[in-house]
């Protein structure tokens, strides 16, 4: 009796590549979803971050009945001595968002063995002092990618709104230290000045209170850097005369949109500091680093005015982040919105409110920037809100 071999069954090479590509065909399906989820993930924390904000905010405002200062504390004529009114409303809120180890090293005298700093630490740019140096977790969007400790300094993601005008804003004042051009104030936080909901007209539910910064790579990325233009003051009032021809359409790379050309100067260049790009001073209350405002929409160009960040005096600070199509805000009520790029800004080729400049709104007049603009001022009584959104 003749038994038959039983042959055992292999794959043939034509079905192994069958089952290679189908399963390269899975993994290339996956892998974006994959992507997606964890962008999905990062994103929502970013906002569980902002809502501490928020909170911060009114726990701040139900303590002492106003809210921090942007670009508040001491003064004096030393850096090293003094803040010199330059610090940024993160860091009144410090005990109100679970940094109070932090808050407790800055509000007292600090000695770290080498150097003595009284209360309220020097101005944000000195890194011997620790608070300054100190990266805190939930300053950062865990999106954005840019590397850490530029200058030394620990920075941010998150800025505060100064609305639609802030051409003067920063440091222009009088003798008495009171802040010039206050028709240009118009936002949910005044620089140097001392602001309660009260004062919050349009309501805080349709007044953004903070927004997004994206840090810079050092790729001159329109999200992270921000550009100045040479000369006298006529030379910075082009951009504030017509903003969206000088401000952006005349500085971005036409090929790469979101980039700038490379014959325009960023403030980084002006002085070879590493500091010099937006969020990169978690402490400091300047525009560039943790100031926003409603002129461009989100992810568009920011403008240094006159270069000198240590004069501060005003600009196009934009919001922006690396989320995709957008960025979130804190309205005044303290809930966070996302905000895409292609929010209704209205005519960017007017004038910042309350300027000199030919054609520019007078000082009290609704927004010309349309719904994102409207949303970004204090009293304009513009009748816009959020749920236009």
């Not at 003749?2 to 399906?29: C, D, P």
């Not at 926003?292 to 992810?299: D, L």
């Not at 004069?311 to 600070?317: D, E, M």
């Not at 007017?350 to 927004?367: D, K, L, N, Q």
């Amino acid at each position: 009796m003749i038994r038959e071999k039983k042959r055992s069954h292999a794959f043939t090479l034509v079905e192994l590549l069958v089952v290679i590509a189908i399963i390269g065909v899975l993994i290339g399906l996956l892998l974006p979803a994959v992507q997606a989820a964890r962008e999905a993930a990062r994103r929502m924390s970013c906002s569980n971050n902002m809502k501490q904000f928020g909170l911060a905010m009114h726990n701040y405002h139900s303590a002492y009945q106003q809210l921090p200062r942007q670009c508040g504390g001491s003064d004096s004529a030393s850096a090293t001595t003094s803040n010199i009114q330059r610090l940024s409303v993160h860091v009144g809120l410090l005990p109100f968002f679970e940094q109070q180890a932090v808050w407790e090293k800055i509000s007292n005298p600090y000695d770290d063995g080498t150097n003595t700093f009284q209360a309220m630490g020097p101005a944000p740019w000195v890194t011997l002092y620790e608070p300054w140096r100190t990266q805190i977790p939930g300053l950062l969007c865990p999106s954005d990618v840019a590397p850490l400790g530029a200058g030394g300094t620990g920075n941010t993601n998150y800025g505060y709104s100064v609305g639609d005008s802030t051409w003067n804003s920063n440091n222009a004042v009088d003798a008495a230290g009171a802040p010039l051009n206050t028709g240009q104030h118009r936002g949910f936080f005044q620089h140097r000045t001392t602001t309660k909901f009260r004062d919050i007209l349009d309501g805080l539910s349709n007044t953004i209170a903070m927004g997004e910064i994206g840090r810079s790579r050092g790729a001159r990325e329109l999200i992270g850097d921000a550009f100045y233009v040479t000369g006298n003051a006529a030379a910075q009032e082009v951009v504030r005369n017509s903003p969206k021809q000088e401000g952006w359409l005349e500085v971005i790379e036409p090929a790469r949109p979101q980039f700038y050309d490379p014959g325009v100067l960023l403030c980084v260049d002006s002085s070879g500091a590493k500091d010099r790009s937006r969020g990169n001073v978690w402490g400091d209350g300047l525009g560039l680093f943790t100031q926003v405002c409603t002129v461009f929409p989100p992810n568009a160009p920011s403008f240094q005015r006159e270069g000198g960040v240590a004069t501060g005096k005003g600009g196009i600070f934009t919001m922006g982040s690396r989320h995709q199509g957008g960025c979130h805000v804190v309205m005044g009520d303290g809930s966070v919105r996302f905000v895409t790029d292609s929010i209704e800004s209205g005519d960017l080729s007017i004038g910042f409110v309350g300027t000199t400049a030919p054609g520019a709104p007078p000082a009290g007049s609704a927004s010309p920037y349309g719904l994102w603009g409207a949303l970004g001022t204090r009293g304009g009584k513009e009748p816009r809100s959020i749920d236009e959104l």
